[in-house]
């Protein structure tokens, strides 16, 4: 990694306020990157995107709700991020693919994927789950990220460049009750980015896996919306080795070093940001 140059290194001294993040634009290894994150409006995404974009990427948001996604693009633009965004909803193959040309036309090439948008489905005994639900969920939060991959990562390989991160969940590891479409897409997009990494490894592209615990997003707040957040934060918190509920932030800090040619030799991995609970014995 070269130094930073003298008379860059005086101008940061002079405003420091740049100083922060120009430096670790630097030494990022995101800097020029254009960077596509699916369900950037809120959360995970959010947090990702905006930590991305300090970190010298161009990123494109995607979401379905277009007022909070152009309420997130302004954040990010505010922060001096270099960042546009297209409204589609994932479970729509052909609204995805309009948004991934949208972000081709704007910023070039794709040289990373933060597959992540998600919905939890609802809570019901497998035997009672209705059938639209779960073709829904499925559709949602696995078969949008085939769909995406399928359009990216062609590219990528004939490129010898890239790096895609997909959102899975303690549930792509543990089976859950009353929660069967959730943990099934779950379970469904670690294997494809299991697969998805195999293959495209020879040619320097690689597939990731993230897998969130519990944290503090709209979706985990939503669990139970009539609690008073600091009440639900402590509950959700005493099930957590280390006493607390992460933060999107946390999380983010992984998926941005994932992303990143820091994690240059890292694929095929799935990596829990959740305070300890998959490494705890469960008896029941
Ligand atoms: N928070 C946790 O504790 C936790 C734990 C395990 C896994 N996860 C996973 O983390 C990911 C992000 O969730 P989060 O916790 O950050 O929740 P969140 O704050 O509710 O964010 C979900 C994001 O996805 C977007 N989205 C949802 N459905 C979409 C669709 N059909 N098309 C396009 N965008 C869609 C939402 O925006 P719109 O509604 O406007 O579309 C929003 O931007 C999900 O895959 C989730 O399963 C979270």
Redesign the pocket.
Known sequence: MQDIQNDERQALVERPDQRGAAAEARVSGLEGRHVLV?????????ATAAMLARRGAKVFL????EP??KQATAAIAGEGGAVACAA????DRSGLIESIDAAERHFGAIDGLFA?????GKFAPLGEYDDEVFESVLR??LSSVFWAMKRILPGMISRKRGSILV?G??ASERGMANNAAYVASKHGVLGLARAAAIEAAPHNVRVNCVL????E????MQLDPNAAPQKLRDLLGKGVPMGRIGT?EELAQLACFLLSDLASHITAQSIAVDGGILGTHTTR
């Open positions: 699916t369900g950037a409006s809120t959360g995970i995404g959010r995607v979401a379905r709700n909070r996604l589609a909803d994932v479970a992540n948008a998600g919905t939890g949602t939060n959102t969940s303690l969130p615990g519990l944290i997003t709209p979706m985990l999107a």
